[in-house]
């Protein structure tokens, strides 16, 4: 028996992810006027994680790693004026359209109605929420949770507060570690719809071996599968 659906946000909804590799390919093009030919990715990488804890998920922090990869790459030589370009790189991202995936209105609609629909996404507040109301899906979402981070004990307690059964739950998205994986450990069904871009940072080596683990090539996909479990099917 299922009776919610689940979904995150960034890259299952609306295209995230290549805001942030446009902008890393634009912070390479300042660093490189100081070290040529420098590939940036592992550096910023490695600042980004350092931050994780401090600055949580988000552009605002994105732009502090940004700035501080800057600074180190470049051993302080990034003038003021190249750290201003940086912070408009990260405005611009804020103020990016919000761009919908395909089959997103129509897996929406076809849910809403037959389940209880809600939308839970890490990240900054003010961020996803402006994100939220940009994409003009707001209305499709019974409830909407931004968690600074998606573990099974972050899931549990949004699960307690709103009376959800977790094994009666389907959540759908693009990380295997943000999005499926807890869900699993809570007892319910992880559905893993992959983006074509993914940051590092949720990447995963295999895929679990169990009867609530689903992959669907789109979200289109998804009101079959629903319409499987709900017949007793394995999906
Ligand atoms: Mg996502």
Same mark, same amino acid.
């Given at each position: 028996?299922?009776?919610?659906?689940?979904? !995150?946000?960034?890259? $299952? /909804?609306?295209?995230?992810?290549?805001? @942030?590799?446009?902008?890393?390919?634009?912070?390479?093009? =300042? &660093?490189?006027?100081?070290?040529?030919?420098?590939?940036?990715?592992?550096?910023?990488?490695?600042?980004?994680?350092?931050?994780?804890?401090?600055?949580?998920?988000?552009?605002?922090?994105?732009?502090?790693?940004?700035?501080?990869?800057?600074?180190?790459?470049?051993?302080?030589?990034?003038?003021?004026?190249?750290?201003?370009?940086?912070?408009?790189?990260?405005?611009?991202?804020?103020?990016?359209?919000?761009?919908?995936?395909? !089959?997103?209105?129509? $897996? /929406?609609?076809?849910?809403?109605?037959? @389940?209880?629909?809600?939308?839970?996404?890490?990240?900054? =507040? &003010?961020?996803?929420?402006?994100?939220?109301?940009?994409?003009?899906?707001?209305?499709?979402?019974?409830?909407?949770?931004?968690?600074?981070?998606?573990?099974?004990?972050?899931?549990?307690?949004?699960?307690?507060?709103?009376?959800?059964?977790?094994?009666?739950?389907?959540?759908?998205?693009?990380?295997?570690?943000?999005?499926?994986?807890?869900?699993?450990?809570?007892?319910?069904?992880?559905?893993?719809?992959?983006?074509?871009?993914?940051?590092?940072?949720?990447?995963?080596?295999?895929?679990?071996?169990?009867?609530?683990?689903?992959?669907?090539?789109?979200?289109?996909?998804?009101?079959?599968?629903?319409?499987?479990?709900?017949?007793?099917?394995?999906?």
């Amino acid at each position: 028996m299922i009776d919610t659906v689940a979904f !995150d946000a960034d890259d $299952t /909804l609306w295209h995230n992810e290549h805001l @942030f590799q446009d902008t890393q390919k634009a912070l390479e093009a =300042i &660093v490189q006027r100081y070290r040529p030919g420098e590939d940036i990715h592992g550096a910023l990488f490695a600042v980004e994680m350092k931050n994780l804890a401090l600055f949580g998920y988000g552009i605002k922090g994105f732009m502090l790693s940004m700035v501080e990869a800057a600074i180190q790459i470049t051993e302080g030589r990034v003038t003021a004026e190249e750290i201003h370009e940086i912070i408009a790189l990260g405005k611009a991202m804020m103020e990016a359209p919000v761009d919908l995936l395909d !089959d997103v209105e129509q $897996t /929406l609609g076809a849910v809403k109605g037959r @389940f209880r629909v809600i939308l839970i996404t890490k990240g900054d =507040i &003010v961020d996803q929420t402006s994100k939220i109301e940009r994409s003009g899906l707001a209305g499709h979402f019974e409830q909407v949770e931004i968690v600074p981070r998606k573990d099974a004990g972050i899931y549990r307690a949004i699960f307690e507060r709103h009376g959800i059964a977790p094994e009666r739950t389907v959540m759908v998205g693009n990380s295997m570690p943000s999005d499926v994986l807890p869900m699993l450990e809570l007892g319910g069904h992880g559905v893993h719809v992959p983006y074509t871009l993914l940051w590092a940072h949720e990447a995963h080596d295999e895929d679990p071996e169990s009867e609530r683990f689903h992959r669907l090539e789109r979200l289109g996909e998804l009101p079959a599968l629903l319409d499987r479990l709900l017949s007793g099917g394995q999906g």
